[in-house]
């Protein structure tokens, strides 16, 4: 079966530090993956998506980015934190587009 | 630009009502439309997947319809449980491969 893995859980980070995120998918191949950012009491918001490998689009202008050096990887990166960086950070993937997008356990990050 | 919005934001029930949670969107150009789960401070669990020619899905006692032409999904839990007590968001594909989510409806299940 299919599994997704997020880490960290939870990070805590200064304004003007680096930041990356990692994201692994195991059990398929060739997913379409997915980072949104979450709010506090708000709706997700699409931040970056990736059809494969080095194939990233961009939803949002701001301070982050994503690669995806593998299949089943996928990375977000900052180079300087902002405070307004602070949420939850979700990893998403699905095989298809008639298919279920399914989703990591999140990343808490807050930036002090 | 397609927008999703649910209501209500927040519903407290007893426990064993039927409920309906609303989800409409604004352009009936949808690919699919997703219902999850999400407990505070948890990632998204998936529940129901509609293809945009489908009417309704059931998985158990959820039960999910789309009227793609009127632009609005629902989502009906029969006989809801404490363990029901949670934020539920719906999706809708859009073309490409963007989903555009709700804002959620937080539901508190009294016991």
């Known amino acids: 079966s299919q599994t997704i893995h997020q880490w960290p859980a939870t990070l805590v980070q200064p304004v003007g530090s680096p930041l990356s995120l990692e994201c692994t998918v195991e059990g398929t191949s060739n997913p379409n993956l997915y980072w949104y950012r979450q709010a506090a009491g708000r709706g997700l918001q699409l931040l970056f998506y990736s059809v494969g490998i080095g194939q990233i689009s961009s939803e949002v202008p701001q301070n982050l980015s994503a690669s995806r050096p593998q299949d089943r990887q996928f990375i977000l990166s900052s180079k300087k934190l902002l405070l307004s960086d602070s949420g939850f950070y979700l990893c998403?993937?699905?095989?298809?587009?008639?298919?279920?997008?399914?989703f990591g356990a999140g990343t808490r990050l807050s930036v002090l | 630009k397609q927008e999703v919005t649910q209501i209500p934001a927040a519903l407290s029930v007893p426990e064993g009502e039927n409920l309906v949670l609303n989800c409409s969107f604004t352009?009936?150009?949808?690919?699919?439309l997703q219902w999850f789960r999400q407990d505070p401070g948890k990632g998204l669990t998936s529940l129901l997947l509609i293809q945009s020619s489908q009417r309704e899905q059931t998985s158990g006692r959820l039960n999910a319809s789309l009227d793609k032409s009127s632009g609005r999904s629902t989502l009906y839990i029969a006989a809801s449980q404490p363990g029901d007590s949670a934020t539920y968001l719906c999706a809708v594909l859009t073309g490409g491969f963007k989903t555009i989510f709700g804002a959620g409806t937080r539901l508190f299940v009294k016991a």
């Open positions: 352009d009936s150009a949808i690919y699919n």
């Open positions: 998403a993937w699905r095989k298809g587009r008639s298919l279920p997008q399914y």
